[in-house]
């Protein structure tokens, strides 16, 4: 029976492995597995069934068998190294040299097994958190805190070399310390205050004194802390840093710092927070570490068995030097201190189809070499920026064609706030391609260098906790030229708050950027100061650009001329004639490839000569702002600003004209809008953001609803206890297109935190609003099964709790809603939408009876103040509101915001023919499959008459919500997830 058993064990192992090997090219295969032997050959997939060959166990043993691979001459068609699902741990980097190439012909890839899970991660895995009983440490935590916080020690775990934190920011680099990874997702160490910042009180030593005041008494808890940190915008809201303290006087409340201080100084009223203070431990997330006697110390978001946790422990996972033809395909690299990738000189090497993740620097950086790239990889939790591109030589103007193409970076510089883009440009003839950006602090692109090509990428919410700045961004240089910025869609990009008084900027040409062409354009709600910012430069060309519902389309000013005359002079600040002699600006190739840059210093260099606005269309906004005058020397011609455009579709955010539009009589290119962004190839499976769009519901053929609800003091305990794993794997299970997930309802209990909620509410953090973030849990487990997730929520405050309704400034649902609800009630939902961006597709708003509140748009909160945040995080978010049960109501629009219908019915009855909707809207009935909404009961149709109901519903192209019951702990009701289950598989095998 044993031989039985282990020849078929042996057989399904050769299958699978076949399966991996299947649609290799010919040529060389390497096959590499967490149950591999470096002293087997690679040749097999799957061990033998005598265990004396397989695959091997660690990329540098395939590294090495490549090596020696014929005298080192490769196969014909090169050499793929398949790696075979499984977590790989690196204790330290993976490096390749010149003697590793492959070449154009015989290329050299280290991939993932088809549809494998592989991760590389660049440290340990940490278990058996337990209780504190050290009183001394339990003596630092609040009492209410303790119960809820574990501890582990590191060295037990045999973690070495524990890092240190540094004096990182504006101006300094560095390596983070030891990060802790739960759940696939960086933890905050402790800090104080848990979100947002607080104000600095005086500077009793002066900017420069390296003292700052505070108010209140908090740091007196934090005597007993030995290594404390302080993170700020010190003086400049561009220019944030880390400084350790070295003393807290209670007494005067002053916080002296350890040289070189903040960033540019101390001044009274800007920002900072406290960190790495076991006394701040005291939400769920944040750790701290001791690294005298190496024992962290973790409030877990959720159960420890429901997430692995890791620590970072090595700076980079690959390294490639002076390697040629070499690519890494479809895997999770994850877990560092330093830049995840490395590659330096070279040519032709690839990073495609990756996921870069949970890195305490940048994602990957490419120096030198040419034709080197990232393409289809998503980025995202980097400590600093995305990808770093550099390479081309500046002085013979020699290009590398280096790129990033069809990227998807987002949460990035969560460590650094600023000057670390999510890409990173340096030299010459670089190309940044179709690649989605969002949700980053600071700029999306930053550019030094000539030649390169930024074309074809959606960026949206970034700038988000900054001031002076802007989305794309080069400046203080006359001879960086021939830039050139086509073609993408620039979106909802503001500064962070309402006390930053210089504004952001989409594209930002600052001090006296010259040379560069801006064509082909869109930008929507982008730029609280412009769009596009000319600071004093000269030779930049503005043309075919759309500019939407921007304060200014283009801001050009003669800074040069005025408050930054000395800087832009010879022998200033910025170094302006120094630069021109670096290139030899008057000789070839600069003097043949730019003439006016070999005349410059015949006339005022300073002065903003040679700009053109010219074919560019600005609706909602001024075109052409020059604040300090100089009109004459801004050619114009040709612009439309006082007629309709005729967009295809603006609320759908579909900035394409129709046939008819004026903007074609006066000479306007066509704008390739739909190749703009994402797009699938075979690195990339799926797309998001505008190639997504709001497209992906049509697609759909049902959904699952759940009424996840609750309350009580035991409100945290049973969030904790659901099985968000196991929630998704039953989904998955199903088939669905897409989750509706209840946050909350009547009762004020919300299963996610909320940091504006418990504000207003007049609640303490935790009580109302859940520690865990279990929405965010679900969306990640969902996404990474390709099923979308929106959230419900009701229209109104909780209807049971009279402080809410009173803090919220709300009345009964069914009385209009007054301006103070609505204003606060868009902050609350603005901040969950913010806090999961794409992650979450869709809003269904329950209980929107009486719309009188919201319907007179002349008011200052109204639907689409309510709309905007709901779409603060995701702009294609899909929206419905519900007006009831009512057949006429339920397939209706109460606002131009709606995207679907809110479908509200209490049986399976309806269909789009019988009760249609407005041409504008997707067609969606929710019901339930008990007998009431969220009822362990039935279900009450069979599951053949289900699956023809939806059918039909789809082939008149609607779509299906079918709400079910589920248990505290996640599970579904047996009998309803039977059904789903043979809805989904029925439905999906047409």
């Known amino acids: 029976m044993r031989r039985i058993f282990s020849t078929m064990l042996c057989y399904i192992l050769a299958v699978i492995g076949l399966m991996c090997s299947v649609s290799r090219a010919s040529g060389g295969a390497i096959y590499v597995s967490i149950a591999g032997d470096d002293n087997w050959s690679g040749r097999l997939p799957a061990a033998n069934s005598g265990r004396t060959d397989g695959p091997l166990a660690t990329l540098s043993a395939a590294r090495d068998a490549i090596r020696s691979l014929n005298g080192g001459q490769l196969p014909i068609n090169g050499v793929t190294v398949y790696v075979r699902g499984g977590i790989y741990f690196l204790s330290s980097t993976f490096e390749l040299g010149a003697a590793d190439s492959g070449t154009a012909e015989k290329p050299i890839v280290y991939r993932a097994c088809e549809d494998e899970e592989v991760r590389l991660i660049g440290g340990r895995e940490v278990k058996g958190f337990g209780a504190i009983t050290d009183s001394k440490v339990l003596g630092r935590i609040e009492e209410k805190f303790r119960r809820n916080i574990l501890q582990l020690d590191l060295k037990s775990q045999e973690v070495g070399g524990l890092g240190k934190l540094r004096n990182r920011g504006f101006g300094r680099s560095g ?71 070295a003393s807290i006087d209670t007494e005067k409340r002053v916080i002296s710092t350890v040289p070189p201080h903040g960033a540019y ?111 289809g990889c998503d980025i995202y939790e980097t400590g600093d920026g995305g ?59 930053q550019l030094g260098g000539n030649d390169n090509v930024i074309e074809y990428n959606e960026i949206f919410n970034v700038c988000t906790e900054s001031d002076d700045v802007g989305a794309f961004y ?72 759309v500019f939407v519902d921007c304060v200014n389309g283009v801001l050009i000013d003669a800074r040069g001329l005025g408050w930054a005359k000395g800087h832009a002079a010879k022998g200033g600040g910025w170094g302006m004639y120094r630069k021109l002699a670096d290139v030899n600006f008057d000789k070839p190739p600069y003097s043949e490839r730019y003439p006016a840059l070999a005349r410059i210093l015949d006339e005022n260099p300073a002065a903003p000569r040679g700009n053109v606005v010219s074919n560019n269309i600005c609706v909602g906004g001024k075109l052409l702002n020059m604040p300090n005058g100089h009109e004459d020397l801004v050619a114009q011609k040709g612009n439309l600003t006082d007629s309709d455009p005729m967009f295809v579709d603006k609320a759908k955010l579909d900035f394409q004209f129709r046939d008819k539009s004026p903007a074609y009589k006066l000479g306007f290119e066509k704008i390739p809008f739909a190749k703009i962004g994402l797009y699938a190839d075979r690195y990339r499976k799926s797309v998001s953001g505008r190639a997504d769009g709001k497209g992906w519901m049509k697609k759909s053929k049902f959904g699952v609803f759940v009424h996840y609800l609750g309350g009580g003091d035991s409100w945290n305990d049973k969030v904790n206890s659901f099985d968000a794993p196991g929630f998704v794997d039953q989904v998955a299970r199903t ?50 099964r390709g099923i979308k997730l929106m959230l419900y929520l009701p229209s109104r405050s909780p209807q049971r709790d009279a402080r809410a309704m009173k803090g919220l400034e709300d009345v009964h649902e069914r009385q209009p809603a007054p301006q103070g609800f609505t204003k606060k009630w868009s902050e609350v939902i603005a901040e969950w939408s913010k806090r999961y961006g794409l992650k979450v597709a869709g809003w269904w708003f329950d209980g929107s009876y009486n719309t009188a509140g919201w319907d007179d748009l002349s008011k200052p909160y109204n639907w689409n103040t309510w709309a905007a945040a709901a779409r603060a995080g995701n702009p294609y978010s899909m929206l419905a509101f519900n007006p009831g049960t009512r057949i006429d109501k339920a397939f209706s629009s109460l606002t131009a915001q709606q995207d679907y219908t809110a479908g509200e019915q209490n049986s399976f009855t309806a269909t789009p023919k019988k ?13 339930f ?44 009701y047996g009998p309803h997830l039977k059904q789903l289950v043979a809805i989904g598989t029925a439905l999906n095998a047409e």
């Open 175 to 245: 390596v983070a310390g030891l990060e802790l990874f739960f759940q696939d997702r960086p933890m905050q160490l402790a800090r104080w205050p848990n979100a947002g910042w607080v104000k600095i009180a005086s500077v009793p030593g002066g900017k420069d004194g390296g003292r700052f005041g505070y108010e209140g008494d908090r740091p007196k808890r934090w005597l007993n802390a030995d290594d404390v940190w302080v993170h700020g915008f010190w003086t400049h809201d561009w220019a944030d840093s880390y400084e350790k303290v």
């Open 265 to 375: 100084g101390y001044t009274k009223g800007k920002r900072f927070y406290a960190l790495n203070l076991l006394e701040e431990l005291d939400s769920p997330g944040e750790w701290y570490l001791e690294r005298e006697t190496g024992i962290l110390y973790f409030w877990p978001p959720a159960p420890p068995a429901q997430g692995a946790a890791f620590v970072s422990t090595i700076d980079t996972i690959i390294s490639m030097k002076d390697v040629s033809y070499v690519t890494f395909r479809g895997m999770t690299i994850e877990c560092t201190r330093g830049t995840a990738v490395r590659i330096s000189g070279g040519k032709g090497n690839l990073i495609a189809g990756c996921t870069i993740r949970n890195i305490g620097n940048r994602g990957v950086s490419i120096s030198g070499g040419t034709n080197n790239g990232v393409a």
């Open 387 to 445: 990808i770093g591109l550099l390479g081309g030589d500046r002085k013979t103007l020699r290009p590398c064609n280096n790129f990033a193409e069809n990227n998807h970076i987002h949460h990035y510089s969560r460590w650094c706030l600023t000057y670390r883009p999510a890409i990173g440009v340096s030299g010459v003839g670089n190309r940044v391609s179709h690649n989605l950006i969002h949700d980053g602090p600071h700029n999306a692109i």
């Open 474 to 545: 080069m400046g203080r240089d006359w001879t960086m030229r021939s830039n050139v910025i086509r073609h993408n869609f620039f979106h909802h990009i503001h500064s962070a708050a309402e006390q930053y008084r210089h504004g952001s900027r989409v594209v930002y040409l600052d001090d006296a950027a010259s040379g560069t062409t801006i064509h082909g354009n869109v930008f929507y709600k982008a730029g609280s100061l412009c769009a596009v910012n000319v600071g004093g430069g000269r030779d930049n060309i503005i043309t075919n650009n």
């Open 735 to 784: 088939k669905a297109d897409y989750v509706v997930f209840t946050l909350g309802q009547n009762s004020g209990y919300y299963c996610s935190p909320n940091a504006a909620y418990s504000r207003y509410a007049g609640y303490e953090e935790g009580d109302r609003c859940s520690g865990r973030d279990l929405p965010m849990e679900i969306a990640d487990g969902l996404g990474e």
């Open 915 to 927: 009760n249609p909707c407005p041409a504008e809207l997707q067609w969606q009935l929710l019901t």
């Open 929 to 972: 499959m008990g007998n009431r909404w969220g009822a362990a009961t039935g279900p009450h149709k069979s599951d053949e008459w289900m699956t023809n109901y939806i059918r039909q519903i789809n082939g008149q192209g609607g779509i299906v919500t079918i709400d079910v019951n589920i248990s505290d702990d996640g599970t579904i």
